[in-house]
């Protein structure tokens, strides 16, 4: 499996999204952009959805992420089909409780159906709840039929 590749000040940005964030998970993208990679933060409407659907959307954004639609439509308008403009690298996320795993939840997040919404693009999950700095990356197996933790390689 390809090891997610960034550079340590990127990474640093997000954790410190994240920090912000708490006691929230906040969410964003890596995009690559004319040979450099750049930190896009998202809004995490959470929030939004429980308080218009507790029943369908049971989660606050203290315990989960959702992407806007404006910010995909966004991203992928910056980055589906044009790898001379740009390409989504990375989907990261905060855990501000639990610490940097790819949950259940975050699985379902990256479906559509039976299949992964991005099965190119690498998870990134980050949490200060175990050890400062903690980050850890996933992408999908297709042997697996699931995601698995990939190296992250701090550049």
Same mark, same amino acid.
């Given at each position: 499996?390809?090891?997610? =590749? ?14 912000? =964030? ?16 750049? %930190? ?13 659907? +507790?029943v369908a959307h ?5 315990? =989960? ?9 966004? %991203?992928?308008?910056?980055?589906? /089909?044009?790898?001379?403009? /740009? ?6 996320? #905060? @855990? #501000?409780? @639990?610490?940097?795993?790819?949950? /259940?939840?975050?699985?379902?997040? =990256? ?6 919404? &991005? +099965?190119?693009?690498? &998870?990134?999950? %980050? ?13 999908? #197996? ?5 995601f698995v933790e990939? +190296?992250?390689?701090?550049?």
């Open positions: 499996m390809t090891p997610l =590749a960034l550079a340590r000040d990127l990474l640093d940005d997000v954790l410190r999204h994240a920090r912000e =964030a708490d006691p929230d998970e906040c969410c964003g993208v890596v995009v690559a952009r004319a040979g450099r990679d750049e %930190v896009w933060r998202l809004r995490n409407v959470q929030n939004e959805l429980h308080a218009r659907d +507790p049971p989660r606050t954004a203290r315990t =989960a992420y959702a992407l806007g639609r404006e910010d995909v439509e966004r %991203v992928d308008a910056a980055t589906l /089909g044009k790898p001379a403009i /740009g390409a989504l690298k990375a989907i990261y996320h #905060s @855990h #501000s409780k @639990h610490g940097a795993y790819f949950s /259940g939840e975050d699985r379902a997040q =990256a479906m559509f159906g039976d299949e992964p919404t &991005y +099965p190119d693009v690498a &998870y990134l999950v %980050v949490s200060d709840a175990r050890e400062r700095g903690e980050a850890r990356a996933f992408r999908w #197996s297709e042997t697996d039929r699931d990939v +190296p992250l390689v701090l550049t």
